[in-house]
């Protein structure tokens, strides 16, 4: 049926000659991260997903369906998004959709299997390419929230700010307690759904001038600027609550979790203190917290 294979970034600057002025849609992976061989251009009107080979783009996952989605473009630059009856379904902007045609416009996610693509559209190809790679490199992608390696160097410009200010700078470690046996139990991609409303609950409580991002596995880490002990001691209250009292879904399923803390202080002092130093106190507390019981704060 589909038998070309899809374009790479090595083939855009043919493709967007002159005389290839119609806008053409393509797919950036972005979940797992791959800036060199994700940018997919279609090649055609129809663009089919799924497990088999025959398809235009073809992931190999036992959570995609044979005949997964399709993309079709109706006209110049419209196009939309199909579920084919899959099994563990289509996710757009994480929602999950029916076989009816759901608009594209660029810069939408799609979701299938453990994969997460970004549509974009060749007429300002460019500029989504760079923005898609700065989000990659700063972001998590499949939270959405801050990455390690960004939030240590906020953490460290932030750090050096409070030292001039003289004001206190609180982290909070946390990590989701037992998750291993939601993976273990319910699936991977049960798990995931879990990790991206636990990452929404945990920023949706954080101001503005804080930041939230995912350390690593299950844990995160939270950065909460000119906040001292007692007040960071609410804030944990408050993440404890929300993790605790509503159970996560995920489909049909519903899941009660708890989550474990740590937390550390920089007091302001104008001293040299690396990120890493304070890091690592909030995550021995972390333990602490995890040898005590779980489902608690340790200061």
Request: glycine share 8%; charged share 25%.
């Amino acid at each position: 049926m589909f038998e070309t294979e899809s374009k790479t970034i090595m083939d855009l600057e043919v493709s967007l000659s002159p005389q290839n002025v119609q806008s053409e849609g393509c797919l950036l992976r972005i979940h797992p991260m791959d800036l060199n061989t994700g940018l997919l251009l279609f090649e055609s009107e129809s663009y089919l997903v799924g497990r088999e080979d025959f398809c235009d783009l073809t992931i190999n996952q036992d959570a995609v369906s044979r005949r997964h989605c399709r993309i079709d473009q109706k006209g110049t630059g419209e196009f939309v998004l199909i579920d084919l009856n899959s099994t563990n379904g289509t996710y757009l902007n994480e929602k999950r959709i029916g076989n009816t045609p759901y608009p594209l416009y660029a810069g939408d996610t799609i979701r299938v299997g453990s994969q997460i693509y970004k549509f974009l559209t060749t007429d300002h190809i460019e500029a989504h390419h760079y923005e898609a790679a700065y989000s990659m490199m700063t972001t998590d992608s499949l939270t959405g929230v801050l990455n390690k390696r960004y939030f240590s160097d906020m953490l460290n410009r932030e750090l050096r700010r409070s030292a001039r200010s003289h004001t206190p700078l609180t982290v909070l470690m946390m990590d989701l307690d037992f998750f291993k046996q939601v993976n273990d139990t319910h699936g991977h991609l049960v798990g995931d759904d879990v990790l991206r409303e636990f990452a929404n609950r945990i920023n949706g409580l954080l101001r503005e001038e804080d930041m939230v991002a995912r350390y690593g596995g299950e844990e995160f880490v939270v950065m909460l600027n000119e906040t001292g002990q007692e007040q960071a001691k609410v804030v944990a209250e408050r993440c404890l609550h929300a993790v605790r009292d509503k159970p996560f879904v995920s489909g049909e399923i519903e899941i009660n979790c708890t989550v474990s803390i740590g937390g550390s202080s920089y007091a302001g002092e104008p001293k040299d203190l690396k990120p890493n130093q304070l890091i690592k106190k909030a995550d021995l507390k972390l333990y602490e917290a995890k040898k005590s019981g779980k489902d608690k704060y340790v200061y």
